[in-house]
């Protein structure tokens, strides 16, 4: 879009409050409603300022959220494109580019005026684009804009005029006097304000980019949006083909999917692709592709169910070049019909008990189709207790129900995310972790229940914030390290719990923090249950798995099930376990099973899943 006259930013910087940012990631933190977005010169060469022409530029207005017919966009600018041939909006961020400079100009005007120019602003949506640059006197009642001619007409409209020619009140331009370069302008108000540039793009396609929650009614342009705006019990339907977003899923029983079979891809190497913290989530028919995280194990996840997470479904999703497909570190969860591909681990349960992982697709995976594992080597607390506990499962025991009964989610989640940091500084300092063992014993009557009614006083806790500074004078050198900094947030949650504690009874702080679970959450830590495998085709993977926690390697239950023999369908009973490829084995009586068990299955497929409907199970 292209405005003349480099007077008028002048104009507009000289009348206007400049704000600017340090980079390209800083530079719109504080930005306003109302704010004015100006690109100077970004695309002119160098022949147009031989022939002394106009300056030409790009100017748009912040509007923040949009609303309009059912729909919500956020962090939107609001201008005319010729590129649109129409007033359009677009996110802020097609101005990102360190490239070339942009200005971010803050009106001084009253608030109340910022908001009604905004407000005429987004009601010009949809109005023509005009290229009649030379109106410079335009009426207020157009139906037609340039960039510049909207942004000051709806701030004249407003009753505040942004700049003042004496030669042409309420122009927007005019000829320039005297070949002002772009070099001049710059230096004069300073290299410091470049910030990015803005490049126009075609308008979203209106068919292809909107996230819908079809239990609202309303629609948006960004899916973080979407789940922000969601209740407990949404469905958001993604219609996008594609989307790299930072997606993180914290409300219950909410319902993700797409209708395009999207491709989900990470903001970034050191994060999830999708992240779970929440309960009863079912996410469907997506594609994630390409995270193969950091030496951090706990990245690089296509999906991840964190603690806490319970009761979640996975289905009909294809996850392909991750470190790890899908992950889960809680409980009770069911992941069917997925397809698992060229993934370092196709799937990965850590302390995770009593899912249900059916009719899936797991190969090609660089290292283990699957890998399950209870094992706690960097859990810090364990790691102190098998130490120096003459009796480490008891004791493991006992601080395991204090976790899952008495803490509050965010002290576990908080204490599982700092665990690998602090397992590091214990391994790094014993004096460090021979002290942990002695604060463990003084307070054990909490952990037990037995001084529940006592009250805490501030001497008790002297020792504890003594030990932390231990930590922190250990762990400092690195902060700069993900896993450290989470160690540093956990503290800070652990003193802003001591600081409320002092002078109250144990059970008066803990009680009702162990209530946020659900009945069935709580009923999940009560008894460890097993994962049933089953119905899965496994094959050409390094390793086909690496299990060392409960699991069932076939149906939790004697089913009746058919099973297709070329074009003849017939029926039999039993269980069903899995297909791992080409056996050389035997199935003498053709029911589908072969006749000996391969490795922990006992009920090998002797075909693809795709050959057997379990019809019910049988008592």
């Given at each position: 879009m292209k405005s003349r006259m480099l007077l008028i930013a002048i104009l507009i910087v000289l009348m206007a409050k400049a704000v600017f940012g340090s980079s390209?990631?800083?530079?719109?933190?504080?930005?306003?409603?109302?704010?004015?977005?100006?690109?100077?010169?970004?695309?002119?060469?160098?022949?147009?300022?031989?022939?002394?022409?106009?300056?030409?530029?790009?100017?748009?207005?912040?509007?923040?959220?949009?609303?309009?017919?059912?729909?919500?966009?956020?962090?939107?600018?609001?201008?005319?494109?010729?590129?649109?041939?129409?007033?359009?909006?677009?996110?802020?961020?097609?101005?990102?580019?360190?490239?070339?400079?942009?200005?971010?100009?803050?009106?001084?005007?009253?608030?109340?005026?910022?908001?009604?120019?905004?407000?005429?602003?987004?009601?010009?949506?949809?109005?023509?684009?005009?290229?009649?640059?030379?109106?410079?006197?335009?009426?207020?009642?157009?139906?037609?804009?340039?960039?510049?001619?909207?942004?000051?007409?709806?701030?004249?409209?407003?009753?505040?005029?942004?700049?003042?020619?004496?030669?042409?009140?309420?122009?927007?331009?005019?000829?320039?006097?005297?070949?002002?370069?772009?070099?001049?302008?710059?230096?004069?108000?300073?290299?410091?304000?470049?910030?990015?540039?803005?490049?126009?793009?075609?308008?979203?396609?209106?068919?292809?980019?909107?996230?819908?929650?079809?239990?609202?009614?309303?629609?948006?342009?960004?899916?973080?949006?979407?789940?922000?705006?969601?209740?407990?019990?949404?469905?958001?339907?993604?219609?996008?083909?594609?989307?790299?977003?930072?997606?993180?899923?914290?409300?219950?029983?909410?319902?993700?999917?797409?209708?395009?079979?999207?491709?989900?891809?990470?903001?970034?190497?050191?994060?999830?692709?999708?992240?779970?913290?929440?309960?009863?989530?079912?996410?469907?028919?997506?594609?994630?592709?390409?995270?193969?995280?950091?030496?951090?194990?706990?990245?690089?996840?296509?999906?991840?169910?964190?603690?806490?997470?319970?009761?979640?479904?996975?289905?009909?999703?294809?996850?392909?070049?991750?470190?790890?497909?899908?992950?889960?570190?809680?409980?009770?969860?069911?992941?069917?019909?997925?397809?698992?591909?060229?993934?370092?681990?196709?799937?990965?349960?850590?302390?995770?008990?009593?899912?249900?992982?059916?009719?899936?697709?797991?190969?090609?995976?660089?290292?283990?189709?699957?890998?399950s594992t209870h094992d706690e080597s960097q859990c810090a607390s364990l790691a102190v207790i098998n130490e120096y506990s003459s009796e480490p499962e008891q004791t493991g025991e006992v601080v395991r129900k204090f976790r899952d009964t008495i803490l509050s989610r965010e002290l576990v989640d908080g204490y599982y995310d700092a665990s690998p940091a602090l397992a590091e500084v214990f391994e790094s300092s014993p004096e460090i972790k021979a002290q942990a063992w002695l604060l463990l014993k003084k307070f054990w009557p909490y952990v037990t229940g037995d001084k529940s009614d006592n009250i805490i006083q501030a001497e008790e806790l002297i020792v504890v914030d003594d030990f932390i500074s231990s930590i922190e004078s250990v762990a400092v050198a690195r902060i700069y390290d993900e896993k450290v900094r989470k160690l540093f947030d956990f503290i800070s949650e652990v003193r802003m719990a001591m600081s409320m504690a002092v002078g109250q009874k144990f059970s008066e702080v803990t009680a009702g923090l162990g209530e946020e679970r659900s009945e069935s959450e709580l009923a999940a830590t009560a008894t460890v249950q097993p994962t049933y495998f089953y119905l899965n085709d496994v094959f050409s993977n390094r390793q086909w798995s690496q299990a060392d926690s409960d699991f069932f390697w076939y149906s939790p239950a004697f089913v009746l099930y058919s099973y297709w023999q070329g074009q003849q369908r017939n029926f039999y009973s039993g269980y069903l376990g899995n297909s791992w490829g080409k056996l050389d084995m035997s199935d003498t009586d053709g029911n589908g099973i072969y006749d000996a068990n391969y490795g922990e299955d006992y009920y090998p497929l002797a075909a693809s899943n795709i050959f057997y409907t379990i019809i019910s199970a049988i008592e």
């Open positions: 390209v990631t800083d530079w719109r933190r504080d930005i306003q409603r109302g704010d004015i977005i100006l690109v100077v010169n970004a695309w002119i060469p160098a022949w147009w300022y031989s022939l002394n022409l106009y300056d030409v530029g790009h100017v748009a207005i912040y509007a923040g959220t949009v609303r309009q017919n059912g729909f919500v966009w956020r962090e939107q600018t609001v201008e005319a494109s010729p590129a649109a041939g129409i007033v359009t909006h677009y996110h802020v961020s097609i101005w990102d580019d360190p490239r070339y400079r942009v200005f971010l100009l803050r009106p001084p005007a009253p608030a109340d005026i910022k908001q009604q120019a905004v407000d005429y602003a987004i009601s010009q949506i949809g109005e023509s684009y005009s290229y009649n640059y030379t109106n410079t006197k335009p009426t207020l009642s157009n139906n037609e804009w340039y960039c510049t001619e909207l942004v000051w007409s709806v701030y004249k409209i407003a009753g505040y005029e942004l700049f003042y020619l004496p030669l042409a009140v309420g122009g927007i331009f005019e000829p320039r006097y005297g070949p002002i370069r772009p070099t001049r302008f710059f230096d004069v108000f300073g290299v410091t304000n470049q910030v990015g540039v803005h490049r126009e793009t075609d308008p979203i396609p209106r068919d292809g980019y909107w996230i819908s929650n079809t239990t609202s009614g309303l629609n948006f342009v960004y899916l973080k949006d979407a789940l922000e705006d969601a209740d407990e019990g949404d469905t958001i339907v993604v219609n996008a083909l594609a989307l790299r977003e930072e997606i993180v899923v914290s409300k219950r029983n909410i319902s993700l999917t797409s209708s395009r079979g999207t491709v989900l891809y990470t903001t970034e190497r050191g994060r999830n692709t999708v992240e779970v913290t929440a309960s009863g989530v079912t996410i469907s028919r997506f594609m994630l592709a390409n995270n193969r995280g950091t030496s951090d194990f706990n990245t690089g996840v296509g999906i991840y169910f964190a603690p806490g997470a319970d009761n979640g479904t996975v289905y009909s999703v294809g996850a392909i070049n991750n470190k790890v497909g899908v992950g889960l570190r809680s409980n009770g969860n069911v992941v069917r019909n997925c397809r698992f591909s060229y993934n370092k681990y196709g799937l990965a349960l850590f302390q995770s008990d009593g899912n249900a992982i059916y009719r899936n697709v797991i190969y090609s995976n660089t290292e283990t189709g699957l890998i």
